[in-house]
């Protein structure tokens, strides 16, 4: 009883922050993103009789941290009376770090722990399994532009446009690495608390959808850039009117978002959406990413630069 799943992360161009049902996990607002290509998360799930307790290794080191998140998704896909499981997770990019790794390492959690357990699940349902660990979770179940509705009892995403039909690029400045100080969940709740600025982006969230979902289907970049860079900067002003502040960017965050800036008066086709972390993904069209890649890597401070395209649904993988 052992199955192995590879999920990309996202990354939300019409952001999710906070949430209306902290016990289902359900989103405040509702969301579009992208799935990319390069980045990934492979887990694999062993059930076993054998097993006294969970297990999780996440890069080849022991987590106890993230076990309690972990068994709460295998209780909720597979059942509380299950067998104890060996969870093994490897990412290939910094995790905890305002890279979606919890989307991507809930959602290939969720598909391994159903295919070891036998589970014949459909996309939807298992979507609404990975959204119930993690909010983000659920749209790395679909490839390429996704949107997760904030509507009835349940978490459902539906498929916007595929890869396939708008290639788009994805440059990623990595600025630091380290874990951030805040969880998103946390960080959401005191926003949704204390931020004067939180009412009014639940009011607006419709109307972004809106713009995004219209230019996405028409593939209309400067209309998606315009409505993007604003909805992130909206969502940016509400962690920060919070108390405490909640700060994830960094110098070179700030420079990265000069750099693209510098870009587009250049009339490079590009624009920046940043997540909660330090990290600056510059999306843009292909024949922009050269242009886009070597600036964004002599921005003085950033780490690593990483290029991405748009990526598949998460999904179970064979092993030799």
Known sequence: MQATAI?????????????????????????????LSELH???????????????????????????????????????????????????????????ASSASAFAATTVAAAGAAGLNLETDELARLAGAA???????????????KNSGDTINVDTLCDVEAWPLQVVVAITATGPKATGSTAAMEISRETSPFYDSWI??????????????????????AGVSEHNCLKMHSVMWASRPPMVYWNSVTMRCMQTVRQLQAEGCNVFFTID?????KAVCLPEDTKVVSKALAETPGVMQVIITGLGAAARLVDQE
């Open 276 to 280: 909660a972390g330090p990290q600056v």
């Open 134 to 148: 993690s909010g983000s979770a659920a749209r790395s179940l679909y490839g390429g532009f996704a949107e997760l």
């Open 203 to 224: 009011e607006q969230q419709d109307h972004d959808l809106d713009v995004a979902r219209a230019a996405i289907l028409a593939r209309d970049f400067a209309g998606l």
């Open 41 to 99: 998360t492979e887990v694999s799930v062993e059930l076993s009789a054998d097993l006294s307790s969970d297990e999780l290794l996440v890069n080849g080191e022991v987590n106890q941290s993230m076990l309690v998140r972990i068994s709460g998704c295998l209780d909720k896909v597979v059942g509380a009376e299950r067998s104890r499981a060996r969870v093994t997770s490897r990412s290939n990019f910094p995790i905890a770090a305002g890279l």
């Open 7 to 35: 999920a990309q992360p996202n990354i939300a161009l019409i952001k999710y922050w906070g949430k209306r049902d902290l016990g289902r996990n359900l989103p405040a607002v509702g969301s579009i993103s992208i799935t």
